[in-house]
């Protein structure tokens, strides 16, 4: 009951989860079929959130859609080419939404019931508020009110919501309690790597990681070296400060970073062409070999978001060239530069984990936690 004596009446918090593609590629399906099923153990968590009254999926596979049915999600189906936020408008048109929860399908695969709890309560009792996991590239985003998207220009991927939501229509913008939930988020095969490692996986999680049975040598060797004294670690790519401090804060590794372009994907600055990487000239000027052999005379373990490389030298690539070199799997690649990068960095002195902004983000958080687990007297 408010101040005033009425009744106050719930707002109806709709949850949306976006997925869907078209994987050709044999790796790509792989890693497909496990952000499927983020999917399905995301609407068994949401289901059990009081505040939400109802989950929609976005999705253009008819499997995946008639497994979230049988958990009481509604399907929506994107018709022809997708667009995120006239999607996201759709639904909230169809649905009468008067608070959102909009998630990538595989976002936030360990945010657990009562993170989301915290989520839900808050869009209930505010007003003009947007929640995010992520000030520069958002993968979840929560705001009320939900006719706030209709004040905003809709946007063609939900990294840069949260931003357009704070800056257009002038929602106050409040970041989420950090956590490994908050952060990790499934875009790569190196972050499946790290869930076959981490416990409180879900029942579909788990059934399709144990399917894929990926090589995890090469990142148990890096957590191995990590457990070390005196270990150097490297990290580069779109590096934040919070994660920066969380490993500082939880290990006892000396860390070396080159943190650049963060949010250039959110900002536009990849469409645009601006993307700038001092260490991407530097690489470019001495070659894959000598520069994984430098890179190994400075420190002993290095986890390189690459796609800041790519984007900075305009590669064109495919998806499954990306995920293979991620495995580390470079006799598979077909473009030969790439082919030739992957290659010296499996072939290093030292573990070189490859990956995308997840791996030096959430990645990270998991990283700390797999060393506290697995190495509890290091």
Request: hydrophobic share 45%; with cysteine.
């Amino acid at each position: 009951m408010s101040e005033t004596g009425a009744i106050s009446v719930p707002k109806k918090v709709v949850a949306v989860i976006f997925e869907g593609g078209s994987p050709a590629h044999p790796v790509v399906r792989d890693l497909a079929a496990v952000r499927a099923a983020v999917v399905l153990d995301t609407i068994t968590k949401l289901s059990s959130v009081a505040g939400v009254e109802s989950i929609v999926l976005s999705t253009n596979y008819p499997a995946l859609a008639a497994e979230a049915r049988t958990l009481g999600a509604v399907i929506h189906r994107p018709e022809g080419v997708f667009h995120y936020g006239r999607e996201l408008q759709k639904i909230v048109r169809d649905t009468g939404a008067e608070a959102v929860i909009s998630l990538g399908g595989a976002a936030a695969p360990y945010l657990t019931v009562a993170e989301y709890n915290v989520m839900a309560d808050k869009l209930q009792q505010e007003q003009g508020i947007v929640i995010t996991n992520n000030p520069q590239s958002a993968d979840l985003t929560a705001f009320a009110p939900a006719d706030a998207i209709f004040r905003i220009m809709p946007p063609a991927e939900d990294n840069g919501l949260a931003t357009l939501l704070r800056d257009q229509a002038g929602l106050v913008r409040e970041l989420l309690p950090h956590s490994l939930g908050v952060h990790f988020d499934l875009d790569t095969p190196t972050d499946a790597l790290l869930m076959s490692l981490l416990p409180g996986n879900g029942p579909f999680v788990t059934a399709a990681l144990q399917a894929q049975n990926w090589d995890t040598k090469r990142l148990m060797a890096a957590l191995s070296r990590l457990a070390e004294t005196h270990v150097e670690m490297g990290l580069i790519g779109r590096v934040s400060p919070q994660t920066m401090a969380h490993i500082n804060s939880r290990t006892f590794v000396r860390l070396r970073v080159f943190s650049e372009e963060r949010g250039m994907k959110a900002l536009g600055r990849i469409e645009r062409g601006q993307v700038r990487s001092l260490v991407g000239y530097f690489l470019e000027t001495t070659g894959p070999e000598k520069f994984f052999s430098y890179l190994s005379q400075t420190c002993d373990v290095c986890f390189i978001d690459t796609r800041v490389f790519f984007a900075h030298s305009k590669l064109k690539l495919s998806e499954a060239d990306r995920f293979l070199s991620d495995l580390g799997r470079y006799d598979e690649i077909n473009h030969p530069y790439l082919r030739e990068f992957t290659q010296a960095a499996a072939e290093c002195d030292i573990p070189v984990i490859l990956g995308g902004h997840s791996l030096v983000c959430g990645g990270m958080w998991a990283v700390v936690e797999l060393l506290e687990r697995l190495y509890p007297q290091a």
